[in-house]
């Protein structure tokens, strides 16, 4: 019977195709032994992958003992890797949970690669999705985490998510299948055992079919989310923008008009992959402020949202010792070029191009970020400037600010890139050559 669902389920789920080979990740424990044995029974070519954490002193070598005889038995490839999990974590600041997650996936992936394994095969069941769904609940993950946990994600596959522990147990017994127990599954040091001795008991004797009715639910959410990511997808097309830097813009107008306004923001930054930055707080907040993220820095700005990816900067400060043809800040992207002023039929006035008197420049030039106390005469003024100021006339954003950068001649500032020139280098009837600066946006 488990045989037939497990086929099943690899069709119905779309999860092998004809002639796929697989890697399958064996710790040893009864769902990987399960698993194995579907695979074998059902004559489709796999290979066994075991890691060996170091975490359980000599019970962790024989496990990978065990599965190394296993994959002996079943006459087929293994591989196995031992880790330094704990030194791992700490070098990184992960949990143990997170350091032995990260290692095992990227090895599964270089094992795959380089052996030319079609699909990585590992053995969540239903109970591992259901507790999964209330750890997402407990942590407010939305619609996203409800679902539980997918059945196929790039090269993983998890074919076993259609049966509950109970009925991989029986197979085992009937097939009279042996495997190591770890441990550390019957302590509460962890939150899923928690859930796995505390909770699911308690709600099964209130219903004793109440895998099969996660299941279901499970399923709807599955469903629910997809309808959401493409309403979500939608809105977006409709209310961002995506700026030449990367950086994304989003109408507050927009979300506020919404109905439920902070899950709709919720769900937003959660299609960005940012689960830890909580919507009221955001909404809630004033002009200017900004929350941060691991990778994200996200600004209030007057009628937007601005997300921002973070990335290091090195260029804070480089000498130009000819005319380039082209400088790279960041993101932002700037051609330069020395032409003839016989050339210009007229003063382009878009602030995305600057015209400057090549001949009052004097070699090597500078470009650095702007600083505070910074100033210059900006076009047309007689008097100087605070660039502060000129940016704050001019409603720049925080984020735009820091990445705005200054082209000087000695210890002059010939302009602002991508915004102003100063006026002491601007062309005149007696201009011979002229320093073309045009911005390039995509």
């Known amino acids: 019977m488990l ?19 697989v890697l399958v990740a064996v710790s040893g424990g009864l769902d990987s032994i399960v698993l194995c044995r579907l695979f074998k029974e059902s004559k489709i070519d796999f290979a066994i992958a075991h ?5 359980r002193g000599k019970e962790s070598d024989g496990d990978e003992e065990f599965v190394k005889k296993l994959a002996e038995a079943y006459k087929v490839p293994f591989f196995s890797i031992q880790f330094k999990t704990k030194t791992f974590a700490k070098e990184n600041k992960l949990s143990t949970q997170e350091a032995a997650r990260n290692l095992r996936y990227q090895w599964f992936e270089k094992i795959r690669a380089e052996h030319q394994y079609d699909k990585i095969a590992v053995a969540h069941h239903l109970n591992d999705s259901i507790e999964t769904f209330f750890i997402n609940t407990i942590r407010g993950t939305g619609l996203a985490g409800m679902k539980g946990i997918s059945a196929i994600k790039g090269h993983i596959i998890r074919p076993l998510l259609f049966a509950g522990r109970d009925e991989l147990e029986a197979f085992a017994k009937k097939k009279r299948l042996k495997w190591r127990e770890d441990r550390s599954n019957n302590t509460d040091d962890y939150l899923r055992n928690k859930i796995r001795h505390s909770v699911i008991p308690v709600l099964k004797e209130k219903n004793p079919d109440f895998e099969k009715s996660m299941e279901r639910s499970l399923e709807f959410f599955n469903f629910a989310n997809q309808i959401q990511k493409t309403f979500i997808e939608d809105w977006k097309k409709k209310n961002t923008t995506i700026a030449a830097d990367r950086s994304i813009t989003i109408k507050l107008k927009a979300v506020w008009d919404f109905q439920f306004s902070n899950s709709l923001l919720s769900a937003i930054l959660h299609s960005y ?3 830890n930055l909580e919507p009221e707080k955001i909404l809630n907040s004033s002009p200017g402020k900004i929350f941060q993220t691991k990778n994200y820095r996200l600004l209030y700005d007057r009628t937007t949202l601005v997300l921002q990816s973070k990335k290091i900067d090195d260029n804070h400060q480089f000498l130009i010792s000819h005319t380039p043809d082209k400088v790279e800040l960041g993101d932002h992207k700037f051609s330069f070029e020395t032409v003839n002023s016989a050339r210009l039929t007229s003063i382009p006035r878009e602030s995305h191009i600057q015209v400057i008197d090549a001949g009052k420049l004097h070699f090597p030039l500078t470009v650095r970020r702007w600083k505070s106390g910074d100033t210059f005469y900006p076009l047309g003024m007689t008097k100087k400037k605070k660039i502060s100021d000129f940016l704050i006339d ?46 390039i946006y995509g």
């Not at 045989?3 to 080979?21: A, R």
């Not at 890691?51 to 975490?55: A, G, I, P, S, T």
């Open 51 to 55: 890691c060996n954490f170091k975490l």
């Open 394 to 439: 001019k409603k720049v954003n925080r984020f735009d600010k820091e990445m705005t950068y200054v082209l000087l001649s000695d210890k002059d500032i010939v302009c602002i890139l991508g915004h102003r020139i100063d006026d002491r280098f601007k062309i005149t009837d007696e201009t011979v050559s002229v320093l073309y600066i045009e911005q």
């Open 273 to 275: 992959g940012i689960t």
């Open 3 to 21: 045989l037939k669902q497990f086929n099943d389920y690899l069709l119905s789920k779309e999860l092998l195709k004809q002639g796929e080979n």
